[in-house]
């Protein structure tokens, strides 16, 4: 069963800036994807990003060039780099990884609590 453990969720101000980490129990590189999900008080689950097994990343189109996903493989590690946060960034963080064969295996973390303040 795989396990992914996210961490660097907290409390900033409205401007601030957090990285949050996701490390699964398995190697990173049997995963074909990985990415970020957020979900808002009273809200749905919505995508913020993905990065592929070869680095390939993607946005959600009204994140583009605050946020930045990452990998590194020696430790094992995806990173969401959140900058010139807003209240509205404020969620729950879902790291998500996905191995794909004749079907798409999901696999989701805990969440971890992002809060900013105006």
């Known amino acids: 069963q795989v396990q992914l453990a996210e961490s660097g969720g907290g409390l900033v101000q409205a401007g601030g800036s957090l990285r949050l980490s996701c490390a699964p129990s398995?190697?990173?590189?049997?995963?074909?994807?990985m990415g970020w999900y957020r979900q808002a008080p009273g809200k749905q689950r919505v995508f913020v990003g993905t990065i592929s097994r070869d680095g390939n990343t993607n946005y959600a189109d009204s994140l583009k060039g605050r946020f930045t996903i990452s990998r590194d493989n020696a430790k094992n590690t995806m990173y969401l780099q959140m900058n010139s946060l807003k209240p509205e960034d404020t969620a729950v963080y879902y790291c998500?990884?996905?191995?794909?064969?004749?079907?798409?295996?999901?696999?989701w973390g805990q969440g971890t609590q992002v809060t900013v303040s105006s």
């Open positions: 398995g190697s990173i590189s049997s995963f074909n994807q």
């Open positions: 998500n990884a996905q191995i794909k064969l004749f079907r798409t295996l999901d696999y």
